[in-house]
């Protein structure tokens, strides 16, 4: 067998990739010309590439790395379950301690009655439970009419048939026959970019009450759950209006509809709390969970469920699980990271002081005449690049177009940061130090400083 390895050089890797991998979210052929980037090792919150670049890692892998790279705790946890148990199922009545440990713990960590745990093996898997899960229950509630459920265009709950149309990405459902049926979406608290001349509480109350008229449209009997991430994340880091979700949580409770929060991002200390819904007062009965869980060193999720739904769906055979629903390694490796995350008081550091440090310097960035707003709520943060300061207007180019060419300078400036369309979102390690934040802030500002240079050269510089 050939050997394939980090020390091989950069270019032949590239080549090997083009020629065998297929890429997510990617259009391959435009990928395999430039040639991917290539990461080779990760320490805390910097990564390594092929060429020995060392690159700050704004956004924690994806979303999901909260401890950050390199926690020998997590390999020996994984080592030692392998050794011990590598692996067994959890279907046919038997169980096994890392399944029972973890489930337990989530049940400590979880706000109310979420006190029910049900194994996925990501984000997308357990959307895809949620799915199943919130329309069993209403058929066992001798309402099986009781099927639809109402999420948000621009949501993302993942790439799954389920999932995929849960999420409101129109590329997405562009291909491969999505949305499935009984899945409908309303319009997304996005005020910067949608709000016209409403105030930011105005405009988050009217785009909750548009859950209230399509309730009232197709009739409560019909309505099974609403679905929301407490913050979009792959959106591009929305920060709703404060009048939203409390506006959403009343028309839940009124039409007696279950809520379902997507904490994939927001869950297990993002937003300065374990998770979003305690961040955003909203009382879920089913919390989504993935990334942050096992801070993305194993692969694995779940729905959090609470008292009533779980006691529901306990009474009959419910026919759906994963082969890896609670799979020993990254149970045991989750139930380590978790003993991080609280042990090491990483929460009370986003809280204190990764956050106020960085909010202070990340607001700042308001005065750069590229950007026309900045959110930061926790470590998770995003900017709108402007063509036209003061104005909201979004450029005349392509929508992306300038998201690009940021993303671009910032690669070039050794620091990561993602874009949506225009909007630069970041996620970083939540264990980022002030003195790392202060590396992060400064490459960030030179790779806005280029690429406003380089928008402006092209021409790009104009609102549409
Ligand atoms: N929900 C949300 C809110 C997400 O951000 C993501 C992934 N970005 C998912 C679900 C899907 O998770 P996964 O990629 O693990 O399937």
Not at 116 to 129: L, P, R, Y
Not at 166 to 182: E, R, T, V, Y
Not at 437 to 442: K, S
Request: aromatic letters at 8%.
């Amino acid at each position: 067998m050939r050997q394939i390895t980090n020390h091989m050089p950069t270019a032949e890797l590239q080549a090997l990739d083009a020629a065998h991998h297929m890429h997510p979210f990617t259009q391959n052929d435009g990928l395999a010309q430039k040639g991917a980037r290539i990461i080779t090792r990760a320490e805390g919150v910097t990564l390594t590439d092929s060429e020995g670049r060392q690159i700050i890692d704004g956004m924690a892998g994806l979303w999901c790395v909260n401890i950050g790279y390199g926690r020998k705790e997590l390999v020996d946890a994984a080592a030692r379950q392998m050794t011990e148990l590598p692996f067994y199922n959890t279907f046919f009545q038997t169980s096994h301690v890392p399944a029972i440990a973890l489930a337990a713990r989530i049940a400590e960590l979880a706000p109310g009655d979420l006190n029910h745990f049900f194994f996925a093996g990501s984000g997308s898997e357990a959307n895809d439970t949620n799915i199943r899960m919130v329309r069993h229950y209403w058929a066992l509630k001798g309402k099986p009419e009781k099927s639809v459920i109402i999420s948000r265009k621009n949501a993302y709950h993942g790439s799954s048939m389920g999932s995929g149309s849960l999420g409101g990405m129109s590329a997405m459902h562009a291909q491969g026959g999505l949305p499935i049926p009984d899945i409908v979406h309303i319009g997304q608290p996005h005020w910067y970019l949608e709000g016209g001349d409403m105030t930011p509480e105005e405009f988050g109350l009217m785009r909750a009450r548009e859950l209230e008229a399509k309730i009232e449209e197709l009739g409560a009997d019909r309505v099974a759950a609403f679905i929301g991430e407490p913050i979009q994340g792959a959106g591009g880091v929305i920060v709703p209006p404060s009048t939203y979700w409390p506006e959403i949580q009343r028309i839940c409770d009124k039409y007696g509809i279950l809520l379902i929060a997507d904490e994939v991002i927001t869950g297990f200390g993002r937003t300065g709390n374990w998770f979003g819904s305690q961040t955003m007062g909203i009382r879920p009965h089913i919390m989504t969970v993935a990334k942050g869980l096992s801070s993305g060193y194993a692969p694995i999720g779940g729905s959090i469920v609470c008292d009533e739904v779980a006691a529901t769906i306990a009474q009959d055979e419910f026919n759906h699980g994963y082969t890896y629903s609670g799979h020993p390694v990254c149970a045991a490796v989750a139930l380590e990271n978790l003993r991080i995350i609280e042990e090491e008081g990483i929460i009370e550091h986003v809280r204190d002081v990764a956050h106020p440090y960085l909010a202070e310097k990340w607001h700042a960035l308001n005065d750069h005449p590229l950007v026309g707003e900045t959110k930061l709520v926790g470590l998770m943060g995003s900017l709108a690049l402007t063509p036209e300061k003061g104005s909201r207007k979004p450029f005349a180019a392509e929508a992306g177009t300038a998201g690009y060419i940021t993303r671009e300078r910032c690669f070039a400036n050794d620091v990561v940061m993602r874009h949506v369309y225009d909007r630069m979102v970041i996620a970083p390690p939540l264990v980022i130090t002030p003195a790392q934040i202060d590396v992060f802030i400064e490459r960030v500002t030179k790779a806005l400083d280029e690429s406003y240079a380089q928008i402006k050269a092209e021409g790009l510089l104009k609102a549409g």
